[in-house]
């Protein structure tokens, strides 16, 4: 069975750093492309980030520059590292697998607040 | 970035009505557009893949077409458990965008 376990998620004041964690099981994640998407009651859903199967990333303007993402396939694990966080970054996040989005986790909660 | 606008944003139906989600882009899609249904406090699930690839395990009520920029989801005889907030994916070019969603509240 897939799943897809996010961790990391917490609050974090403005300009700090978090770095999710999406743990995969029940395949290989060296094989597939998987993404990063945030959802907001205000902004709906939105892609965040995708890194390829041959380990190319591909980012929205809104967060170029400050969100890093990566695996270790080792450890069968998907990265957000994010940076120079906002309060607009303020967020359920999801780690997805493919494309299309075929399997998703149950997300984790970002808070940016002073 | 590509847009997709859904019609309606909410709708109210009863059991059994036949229901038809509308969601348009503002370039050509080809075939790459994805449906999903998202329950309260729940993950996204996806429906329905490339436009009307139906997927193991979803209803067979649940269908969907469409090609370029017009996309149909249709969901037949409604069931209550049908109660959720539909969106559009497309995957034609990055960024992949979502539509904005269409609830449906069942009467």
């Known amino acids: 069975e897939v799943q897809l376990v996010e961790s990391g998620g917490g609050l974090v004041q403005p300009g700090g750093s978090l770095r999710l964690s999406c743990a995969a099981s029940?395949?290989?994640?060296?094989?597939?492309?998987m993404h990063w998407v945030r959802q907001t009651p205000g902004k709906g859903l939105v892609w965040v980030s995708r890194i390829s199967s041959e380990g190319i990333a591909a980012y929205a303007d809104s967060v170029e520059g400050r969100f890093t993402i990566s695996r270790d396939n080792a450890k069968n694990t998907l990265y957000l590292q994010m940076n120079s966080l906002r309060a607009e970054d303020t967020a359920l996040y999801y780690c997805?697998?493919?494309?299309?989005?075929?399997?998703w986790g149950q997300g984790i909660v970002v808070t940016v607040s002073s | 970035e590509i847009v997709l606008t859904q019609s309606p944003d909410f709708q109210s139906v009863t059991p059994k009505e036949k229901v038809t989600i509308t969601c348009r882009a503002s370039?050509?899609?080809?075939?790459?557009l994805h449906w999903y249904q998202q329950k309260p406090d729940q993950s996204p699930k996806l429906l329905i893949q490339f436009a009307s690839q139906s997927l193991s395990g979803v209803p067979s009520r649940f269908s969907g077409s469409g090609s370029g920029t017009y996309f149909t989801l249709t969901i037949d005889s409604l069931e209550v458990e049908d109660a959720a907030t539909y969106y559009c994916l497309q995957s034609r070019s990055l960024p992949y965008t979502f539509g904005q969603g269409t609830k449906l509240d069942i009467k």
């Open positions: 370039q050509s899609l080809g075939g790459s």
């Open positions: 997805i697998r493919g494309a299309p989005f075929d399997h």
């Open positions: 029940g395949f290989s994640l060296s094989g597939y492309w």
